[in-house]
C-alpha cells in the first residue's frame, strides 16, 4: 500500500468515477484501476462496488475511504511543512518534556518563543526525563525539559542545566482531615495512602519519592500507581489517597485538591534542561534563554 494508491482511490470517489479521474490527474484509466485493485488485494477486499454507476464504496470503502482521506491530507501538510523547512521558509523546534512542566514553566515559555519565531514549527513530544537523552541522539527532539529528585547522573554526549529547584509538596483530597491545615508532616502517608507515579520501569521519579519518605521513618502505603501526573491528581481528587507534587504544580490550583508544605523536611526536585553537547542550534539557544529567564511565582 502506498500515497499513490489512496490519492487514485481519493479522486476516483470525489469525482464519482475512474475516467473523470484519469482526466483530472493525466493518467490512463487502466493505470488508475490497477492500482486501487492492488490496494484491494492488500486489504483482501472490494473498496468500490464496479456494478453501480456512479461507482459506490462498499462497507469495507465506507470505513477505509475517509482515514485514507485524512492519511492524503496529513501527507500532503508534511511535505509542505519540511519543504518550507528545506528551503528556509519554516524552523523546527522539537521539545520533549515531562508532563508535570505543563503546570508550570513550558506554556510560557512556548508564548514568548513563539512571539519572535512566528514561523518556526513547535512540536511538543511528551517524554519521560530518563527518556530525553535518547531522544536527543536519535534527533527527535532538539531540547529536553527535565525533573530530577536527585542530580541527574553525567552522561557523555548530554549536558544539563539546571532551571530552578522546585520543592516536593504534598497534593491532598480538599475534604481531607488536614486539608485546612497550613501544612503536614511527612508522617501523613502512615495514615493516608500513597499514590506514586510515574509507572514506568526507567523511572526513578517514584521509587526516590518513597525512599526519602523511608528515611524519614515513614514507610508509605502504596495502594495506587497511575501513568502520569494528570491521572495521578485525578486519584487524589477522587480521595484515593495523597501524593507529591512539584511546589508549581500548585499555581495551578484545582478546586478538588489541596496543595500543602511539608513542615518536618525539605525535599526538592531540580528541573533542568537537556541538550546534546557541543551542539549548535540557534532555535535551541533562543528557547534555553527564554527559559532561564522565566521566574517561576510561588503559589
Do not use: C
Not at 185 to 196: E, K, Q
Amino acid at each position: 500500500m502506498n500515497i499513490k494508491q489512496l490519492k487514485y482511490l481519493y479522486e476516483v470517489v470525489d469525482a464519482r468515477g475512474v475516467n473523470a479521474a484519469s482526466s483530472n490527474l493525466f493518467v490512463a484509466p487502466t493505470a488508475i484501476s490497477m492500482q486501487i485493485s492492488q490496494l484491494e488485494g492488500h486489504l483482501n477486499g472490494k473498496l468500490l462496488d464496479r456494478s453501480t454507476r456512479p461507482m459506490e464504496l462498499t462497507s469495507l470503502g465506507k470505513f477505509f475511504y475517509p482515514k485514507a482521506k485524512e492519511l492524503i491530507k496529513n501527507s500532503s501538510a508534511l511535505f509542505r511543512e519540511a519543504k518550507e523547512i528545506a528551503g528556509g521558509q519554516q524552523g523546527w523546534l522539537s521539545i520533549g518534556f515531562t508532563r508535570s512542566l505543563l503546570f508550570s514553566i513550558l506554556p510560557e515559555a512556548i508564548r514568548i518563543f513563539k512571539e519572535d519565531h512566528q514561523q518556526v514549527k513547535i512540536e511538543l513530544v511528551e517524554a519521560l526525563s530518563e527518556h530525553q537523552p535518547e531522544l536527543l541522539r536519535k534527533g527527535l527532539i532538539h531540547i529536553g525539559i527535565s525533573r530530577f529528585i536527585n542530580k541527574a547522573s553525567g552522561i557523555a554526549d548530554v549536558k544539563y542545566e539546571t532551571l530552578f529547584v522546585d520543592p516536593l509538596i504534598v497534593a491532598l483530597p480538599i475534604n481531607h482531615p488536614l486539608a485546612k491545615s497550613k501544612g503536614v508532616s511527612s508522617s501523613i502517608f502512615l495514615d493516608t495512602p500513597f499514590i506514586a507515579f510515574p509507572k514506568d520501569p526507567q523511572s526513578t521519579f517514584a521509587k526516590t519519592s518513597i525512599k526519602l519518605l523511608m528515611e524519614q521513618g515513614v514507610l508509605p502505603n502504596v495502594l495506587y500507581e497511575a501513568t502520569e501526573i494528570n491521572t495521578a491528581l485525578g486519584l487524589v481528587a477522587a480521595g484515593l489517597g495523597a501524593t507529591l507534587v512539584g511546589k508549581s504544580v500548585a499555581q495551578y490550583n484545582r478546586p478538588d485538591i489541596k496543595f500543602l508544605p511539608l513542615t518536618d523536611v525539605n525535599l526538592d526536585t531540580t528541573i533542568m534542561s537537556v541538550t546534546k553537547d557541543n551542539e549548535e542550534n540557534l532555535l535551541v539557544d533562543d528557547f534555553l534563554a527564554i527559559l532561564r529567564s522565566i521566574k517561576i511565582a510561588s503559589p
